[in-house]
């Protein structure tokens, strides 16, 4: 039987411009694991964030207290209800809320006002976003001077930054050999889905995008508190 012919990529630079579709995606046969991040699960409260359980008594004088953590907005705690799916071709919209609705995108199962909304309490000019799939972490900015980082704020960082290309250099940073063939075989998977000849052979001479390197899991779980203070941790499931 004669050896398959591997998938050749190229790496171009990361400011090129994306083409992509969203369509459902077949996992893997096998994805291999890794070691998860440290979580805090924190349940919501009324003002809509999710609040760390207050430490018990200090039994020692040599006992130091839990170290407060940043607080998550709900939604982004619960993100899965959010129906985020980091393929879709474009930048997340802010749009009108729909009179028979009341919900701001298909997308976004949550009102304008509630995306307007800072992302933690305290409100942080920024935060960094890690993932266990990722080599790269998202530093998320505020996307106004002198502000907070919003939820939309959130969602819109990991969109932008999930669609830069992955440079030669990064990626034998991209987990292991067996990762990196299911990366592959992930792009191909993105790339024959695409609507025509032209703009498959067009991506394909492009690159493997950041988003590949999720092995299929581009569905957004939720954003937990991670036990540094201004970073959390993204869980991504199956669309």
């Known amino acids: ?9 190229h790496f171009l630079d990361p400011t090129s411009n994306l083409i992509t579709a969203l369509e459902p995606l077949t996992p893997p046969i096998s994805v291999p694991s890794s070691p998860r991040l440290p979580t805090i699960d924190l349940p919501p409260t009324a003002s809509g964030y999710c609040t760390p359980t207050s430490p018990g008594p200090i039994e020692s ?38 009179a028979a609705t009341g919900r701001s995108s298909p997308l976004f199962e949550y009102d304008t006002t509630t995306l307007a909304e800072a992302a933690t309490a305290p409100p942080l000019p920024s935060i960094l ?41 990064e990626w034998f940073l991209c987990g292991t050999p ?7 075989q992930t792009f191909e998977r993105r790339v024959r889905r695409l609507s025509n000849e032209f703009a498959r052979a067009e991506e394909r001479a492009r690159s493997v995008r950041r988003v590949d390197c999720l092995m299929g ?7 937990a508190p ?14």
Request: proline residues 9%; aromatic residues 6%.
């Open 61 to 98: 004088p040599l006992q130091q207290p839990v170290r407060q953590q940043t607080r998550i907005h709900r939604s982004l705690y619960q993100a899965g209800d959010l129906q985020f799916d980091a393929r879709m071709t474009l930048q997340p919209p802010l749009v009108s809320l729909g």
């Open 178 to 184: 067996q990762d990196r063939e299911v990366i592959l």
């Open 129 to 169: 976003l890690v993932c266990e799939n990722l080599p790269w972490n998202i530093r998320v900015l505020s996307s106004l001077p002198n502000l907070f980082v919003t939820n939309y704020d959130v969602l819109q960082a990991i969109h932008v930054n999930l669609r830069i290309p992955v440079v030669a250099a």
């Open 1 to 9: 039987m004669a050896p398959s012919t591997p998938t050749k990529v």
């Open 226 to 239: 991670s036990e540094e203070p201004g970073v959390f941790v993204m869980e991504w499931g199956w669309p």
């Open 217 to 223: 899991m581009t569905r957004l779980v939720r954003i």
